[in-house]
């Protein structure tokens, strides 16, 4: 391994470069590797989650190195703590590989300088400038706490007009999106973090002038007041419309009703992935919702209707479905003939969906239909079920434990060989200890992984069996968790 070519060498790092403690172990082996490893750790030194960027004062020092003598003599008289001065040559030139910025974490960086807010705003200049002089280009913009207009810098046209992804807030003002959207036309990236609802009109301008625009992200976060009556989304939602034939990925999930989304949603015919909430529209609305290259697929379970009619209308290519929670209170009286009808699309319109979320009461009905799906559907690896009890009424311990052991029969029975993740979810999802072990038996030379959140299985005989099928090597991973944890990180993997 230490004698591969660079070529070869710099390939294997690319795809570490997500894998900072990995990347970090590779400069230990020789110059080569580390040679190699160096401008991968610096494409985007700022975005690792495993780093305490408050506590990195290599990574300071290394960044105040680039600063003149006159910068520097001029910040330590505003009382700013930096290195000392050093006239030896920095191994690399770290910078010059950077195509990244992140203003949070410039922030933290610049206090281990000074704890004093003034002290902080002058070193983050002088950084931003150095960014500006000595990137070779900038592709990737978090922005989420910007304080200084770093567009306006000398040079800065040149960085960002390379800009291929950036990360935003609406708290942010609009000046900074009006001067981004006189720089920054070819964005294939674009999230935003809607923090408050305000006039969105810088927004607007940056999204509208977008010409590349491939993946686009809208996140309501937290709460904030509403005007009733309002469409507070129509802007953005015109103004994405423009770049309608190129965006491939929308994630929008709207806090508020818009009733301009019925309008819009539809001219997305390009999209490969789909993550929305359909609340504001009727069935007529979701027919004209058309998109043959759906590849993945994610609403929240309280609007099956509608996640049954946007599968109709796909065009068979659909890999992953997920529900989003859902306060389940909510559900409609309708609700075992819905879920019915979305159990039946999956085989009949997704044949080779791999990751699937179902929720479904334990009828009888709904049991031999989830059979017939996995009969169909071979090719899923990752299945969550989500059991629903509609009517309410106390179910006594046996009816419980009769309705786990009727799907593991089922599961048993039917799954596809290419399953090797089980997620189960809902009130009162319990196994009879025999069936379980017998549908572990049907997993042997497998390794699967099995979350669950129900605690009962980190309790007496349940442990014993699982402990059992760990050793053997039938299960890689069990584990009782949160409700959300269970669901949610579906959509990550």
């Given at each position: 391994?230490?004698?591969?070519?660079?070529?070869?060498?710099?390939?294997?790092?690319e795809?570490?470069?997500?894998d900072?403690?990995?990347?970090?172990s590779?400069?230990?082996?020789n110059?080569?590797?580390?040679?190699n490893?160096?401008p991968?750790?610096w494409?985007?030194?700022?975005?690792?989650?495993?780093?305490?960027?408050?506590?990195?004062?290599?990574?300071?020092?290394?960044?105040?190195?680039y600063?003149?003598?006159d910068?520097?003599e001029s910040?330590?008289?505003?009382?700013?703590?930096?290195?000392?001065?050093?006239?030896?040559?920095?191994?690399f030139?770290?910078?010059?590989f950077?195509?990244?910025?992140n203003t949070?974490?410039?922030?933290s960086?610049?206090s281990?300088?000074?704890s004093?807010?003034?002290?902080?705003?002058?070193?983050?200049?002088?950084?931003?400038?150095?960014f500006?002089?000595?990137?070779?280009?900038?592709?990737y913009?978090?922005?989420?706490?910007?304080?200084?207009?770093?567009?306006?810098?000398?040079?800065?046209?040149l960085?960002?007009?390379?800009?291929?992804?950036l990360?935003?807030?609406?708290?942010?003002?609009?000046?900074?999106?009006y001067?981004?959207?006189?720089?920054?036309?070819?964005?294939?990236?674009?999230?935003i973090?809607?923090?408050?609802?305000?006039?969105?009109h810088?927004?607007?301008?940056?999204?509208g002038?977008?010409?590349?625009?491939?993946y686009?992200?809208?996140r309501?976060?937290?709460?904030?007041?509403?005007?009733?009556?309002?469409?507070?989304?129509?802007?953005i939602?015109?103004s994405?419309?423009?770049?309608?034939?190129?965006?491939?990925?929308?994630?929008?999930?709207?806090?508020f009703?818009?009733?301009?989304?019925?309008?819009v949603?539809?001219?997305?015919?390009k999209?490969?992935?789909?993550?929305?909430?359909?609340?504001?529209?009727?069935?007529?609305?979701?027919?004209?919702?058309?998109?043959?290259d759906?590849?993945?697929?994610?609403?929240?379970?309280?609007n099956l209707v509608?996640?049954?009619i946007?599968?109709?209308?796909?065009?068979?290519?659909?890999?992953?479905?997920?529900?989003e929670?859902?306060?389940?209170?909510?559900f409609?009286?309708?609700?075992?003939?819905?879920?019915?009808t979305?159990?039946?699309?999956?085989?009949?319109f997704?044949?080779?969906?791999?990751?699937?979320?179902?929720?479904?009461p334990?009828?009888?009905?709904?049991?031999a239909?989830?059979e017939?799906?996995?009969?169909?559907?071979h090719n899923l690896?990752?299945?969550l079920?989500?059991?629903?009890?509609?009517d309410?009424?106390?179910?006594?311990?046996?009816?419980?434990?009769e309705n786990?052991e009727?799907?593991?029969?089922?599961?048993?029975s039917s799954?596809?060989?290419?399953?090797?993740?089980?997620?189960?979810?809902?009130?009162?999802?319990?196994?009879?200890?025999g069936?379980?072990?017998?549908?572990?038996?049907?997993?042997?030379?497998?390794?699967?992984?099995i979350?669950?959140?129900e605690?009962?299985?980190?309790?007496?005989?349940?442990?014993?069996?699982?402990d059992?099928?760990?050793?053997?090597?039938?299960?890689?991973?069990?584990?009782?968790?949160?409700?959300?944890?269970?669901?949610?990180?579906?959509?990550y993997e």
């Open positions: 391994m230490s004698k591969l070519n660079k070529d070869i060498l710099f390939l294997i790092f795809e570490l470069q997500d900072s403690k990995s990347l970090f590779c400069l230990m082996v110059r080569l590797w580390c040679e490893a160096i991968i750790l494409k985007n030194p700022w975005s690792y989650n495993d780093i305490n960027y408050n506590n990195k004062n290599y990574l300071f020092t290394i960044v105040a190195s600063l003149s003598y910068v520097k910040l330590m008289r505003q009382g700013i703590r930096l290195p000392p001065f050093s006239y030896q040559t920095l191994l030139d770290y910078l010059s950077c195509r990244s910025i949070d974490t410039t922030k960086i610049t281990i300088g000074t004093l807010a003034h002290g902080q705003y002058l070193l983050e200049h002088e950084f931003y400038y150095l500006m002089k000595k990137f070779p280009e900038l592709k913009l978090d922005m989420k706490s910007i304080r200084h207009q770093i567009f306006h810098y000398p040079d800065a046209m960085r960002f007009e390379s800009l291929c992804e990360k935003c807030d609406t708290s942010i003002d609009s000046s900074y999106f001067g981004l959207a006189q720089l920054c036309q070819y964005i294939q990236k674009l999230i973090a809607n923090v408050k609802v305000s006039d969105y810088g927004i607007v301008e940056l999204i002038v977008q010409k590349n625009l491939k686009f992200e809208w309501d976060v937290g709460y904030y007041s509403y005007t009733p009556g309002t469409d507070h989304y129509k802007e939602l015109f994405l419309e423009k770049s309608a034939n190129t965006i491939i990925h929308l994630n929008i999930f709207f806090e009703i818009s009733r301009s989304s019925p309008k949603f539809p001219k997305f015919h999209i490969k992935s789909l993550i929305a909430n359909f609340e504001s529209f009727d069935k007529e609305q979701l027919k004209k919702c058309v998109y043959r759906l590849e993945i697929f994610m609403i929240d379970y309280g509608a996640a049954s946007i599968i109709e209308n796909s065009g068979g290519h659909l890999k992953k479905i997920l529900l929670p859902y306060e389940i209170e909510y409609e009286d309708n609700f075992n003939e819905d879920s019915l979305f159990i039946r699309n999956i085989p009949k997704c044949p080779s969906i791999e990751c699937l979320s179902l929720i479904f334990p009828s009888n009905e709904h049991l239909e989830l017939k799906l996995l009969k169909t559907c690896k990752s299945l079920l989500i059991m629903f009890y509609t309410y009424e106390e179910l006594t311990h046996e009816e419980i434990l786990g009727n799907l593991l029969k089922i599961l048993i799954t596809p060989i290419n399953i090797r993740e089980f997620r189960f979810c809902g009130d009162h999802f319990e196994f009879p200890l069936t379980l072990e017998k549908f572990l038996e049907t997993w042997k030379g497998c390794a699967i992984s979350l669950t959140t605690p009962i299985y980190e309790e007496g005989d349940y442990v014993k069996l699982i059992k099928y760990k050793n053997n090597g039938v299960i890689k991973d069990f584990r009782s968790d949160t409700y959300t944890n269970v669901v949610r990180t579906l959509r």
